[in-house]
């Protein structure tokens, strides 16, 4: 359930890739926390910082703004290369996270690059301006 009413109007495909792009970026900064904090901590704890860049568009994300997504499609590959180093660089359990990590990664970049496709191909064509 939204919050917005006009989310019930939008295509199926639209609110279902929100929803992915959105439940794959809270899982990322989820499993970040978890990862650096509990899982398997490398240091004192400070990696856990990364997840701060996540945490800024997932506002955008909620609130559908078609930049946001834009650029999520994009800063999702630092993750992904994060987690492509880790997973072949690090024991058990650090590689299977990191494993976890590149799914999500990819999960969002798909969801992101689909609602940004079906948003512009389902979009109000503005009426011509009168002269």
Not at 25 to 44: F, K, S
Not at 71 to 95: D, H, K, M, N, Q
């Amino acid at each position: 359930m939204s919050i917005d009413p006009a989310f019930n109007t939008l295509p199926p495909m639209v609110r279902r890739t929100r929803n992915l792009a959105v439940a794959c970026l809270v899982a990322l900064i989820v499993l970040g926390l978890a990862w650096e904090l509990w899982l398997a901590p490398t240091g004192r704890g400070t990696l856990a910082l990364k997840v701060l860049p996540l945490v800024v568009p997932l506002a955008g994300l909620l609130r559908r703004r078609m930049y946001t997504y834009r650029w999520v499609s994009l800063l999702v590959w630092i993750y992904f290369a994060e987690g492509v180093v880790r997973a072949t660089s690090e024991p058990a359990p650090g590689a299977w996270l990191a494993l976890i990590e590149i799914v999500l990664c990819l999960l969002l970049f798909v969801a992101c690059a689909t609602h940004v496709r079906w948003r512009l191909k389902h979009a109000p064509v503005p009426a011509e301006g009168k002269k």
